[in-house]
C-alpha cells in the first residue's frame, strides 16, 4: 500500500515504528495532489512547501516521544474554515485574496498536536450547495467517476480523502454538507451534535446549523479525530461543556439489546433509488444478525424539515453575510460611490446561489412576512425536535439511506435549485434537530458509484452513533 493510502491508524503506527517518517507521508499526499487534482479540482490552495516545513516539525516531535494521536498526519481543510496564514476564499471570489490572522479552533488543535496542513479544499461558495457546482473556483469531480459530482458543500474534502490526496479532512455541516458529499464518494463523514465542537473561526452561513466535523476513511479514525478536536471553547459561546468521551473504546463492542429504528418516511419517498434501498436495508439486516433489535418508527415531522431549512437558513445568511461588502476584508470592487463599491463587490464576488439565498433570507426576514415564514419555521423546528425527542424514547439509534440516490451527472441538477435542495432531504432533519448523523459507505451501485447509509442518534451520543456505525463497517 502507498504511504497516502493509509489510515490515520495505519499510519500512526508506521510513523511510530519508524517504517516512515511525517516527511516522506506528506510528500506521498503532494505527489497525489499534483498527479489527480487537475482532474478532481479538490484543493484551491495547496501548501506545499509549509506542509514540509510542519512535516519536519513533526518527526522532531516524534523523535523527541512529545507525539500525540495526529502528529505527523496531513490533513485537508474546507476553505470556508479559517486557517493562520493560508489563504481562506470559502470559494468565493470576494475573499479571493483573504489570508486569516488566526486558525479556527478545531484547526489549531490539529495543528498543536503537529497535524501538518497540506491545503484548502474546494466547495460550494460559503457551504451553499449539494453538488459542489456553485465554487466560483469550477465544480469538483466525483473520484470515482469524473462525469459525476462530489457532492456539496464539502466536496473538495470528500473527494480529496477518497482519492488519497490526504489521510483526512476537516469539513462543515450544515444540512448535509459532510454526509452527502461522505455518501458520493464512498467515505466517513459525521456531523457531530450542535456545540459539541467549536464554530470559532468558522464563516458562518447559518449560526444556529453549523458544525464542524471530520471526513476520514474509517470509522476508526473518526474516533480518533474527534477526540482530538471536540470540546467546550471559550470563544464559542455555543459550546457544550460537556466531558469529551474516550470515542475509541466503545467501537467494537457488540449491538445485543440495542434498539435500531427505522423511520418509515425515509423509505417512502418517491424519489428514493431502487439500488440504495436494496443496499441499506441489507444493511439492517446485518445489525440484527449481530444482536440490535430493529423497530419500525415514525417521523411524521420530518416532511416540512427542508422547508423549515430554506426559510430559517437563507434568513440567517441574510444577517450573516452583511459582513462580506468588499470594504472590511476581501476583494473591493471600483466604483464611483460607496453604494456602488457594495454593489459591484457582492455582484462579483458571489456566485448565483449565494445571491439567491440572501434575497430569500432578507424577503423572510422583512416587515409584514416575518410571522408568516420565519417565525413559523422556527415553531416547526421545534416540533421536528420533539419528534426526534419522541423516538429516542423507543430507540437508541435511527438508520437511514445518506441520500435517496448515488452521484449524479454533472450538471444534471444546476438549472433547478429546488432539485438540489431535495438532494439533502434525509439529512436536514437531523441539522434541524441539532443531533449528530453519520454517513458509512454500504457498497456500490451497479454503475460502480458509493452509496451511504445515515446512522442518527440523540444530543451528545456521538460514542453510540460511531459504535453502530463502525459495525456497518465491518
Known sequence: MKLNELTIKEAQTGLREKKFTAVELTQACLDRIKER??????????????????AARADEMLAKGTDSPLTGIPFAVKDAICTAGVRSTGSAKILDNYTPPYD??????????????????NCDAFGHGASNENSMYGPVRNPHDLSKVSGGSSGGSAAAVADNMCI???????????????????????????????????????SSYDTVGPMTKTVEDMAIVMSVIAGADKL???????????????????????????????????????????????????????????????????????AVYYVLVPSEVSSNFGRLDGVRYGVRAEASNLFDVYANSREQGFPEEVKRRIMI?????SSGYYDAYYKKAQQVRTLICLDFDRVFSEVDVLVTPTS??????LGAKSQDPI????????????????????SVPVGKNKAGLPVGMQVMGPRLSEVLVMKVANKITQ
Open 168 to 206: 483526512f479532512a476537516i469539513a462543515e455541516d450544515t444540512g448535509g454538507s459532510i454526509r452527502q458529499p461522505a455518501s458520493f464518494c464512498g467515505i466517513v463523514g459525521m456531523r457531530p451534535s450542535y456545540g459539541r465542537n467549536s464554530r470559532f473561526g468558522i464563516m458562518p452561513m447559518a
Open 419 to 438: 432539485a438540489l435542495y431535495l438532494a439533502d432531504v434525509f439529512m436536514s432533519p437531523a441539522a434541524c434537530a441539532g443531533i449528530p448523523g453519520i
Open 404 to 409: 435517496p440516490y448515488a452521484a449524479f451527472e
Open 37 to 54: 487534482n487537475k482532474d478532481l479540482n479538490a484543493f484551491i490552495t495547496v501548501c506545499e512547501e509549509s506542509a514540509l516545513v510542519e
Open 236 to 306: 464559542d459561546s455555543t459550546t457544550v461543556p460537556e466531558e469529551v468521551p474516550n470515542y475509541e473504546s466503545n467501537l467494537n463492542l457488540d449491538l445485543s439489546g440495542l434498539r435500531v429504528g427505522v423511520p418509515k418516511e425515509y423509505f417512502e419517498l418517491d424519489g428514493l433509488d431502487k439500488e440504495v434501498r436494496e443496499l441499506v436495508e441489507k444493511q439492517i439486516k446485518n445489525l440484527e444478525k449481530q444482536g440490535a433489535t430493529i423497530v419500525d418508527v415514525s417521523l411524521p415531522f420530518t416532511k416540512y424539515a427542508m
Open 104 to 121: 479556527a479552533t478545531v484547526i489549531k488543535k490539529i495543528r498543536e498536536q503537529g497535524g501538518i496542513l497540506i491545503g484548502k479544499n
Open 361 to 365: 433570507g432578507t424577503y423572510a426576514l
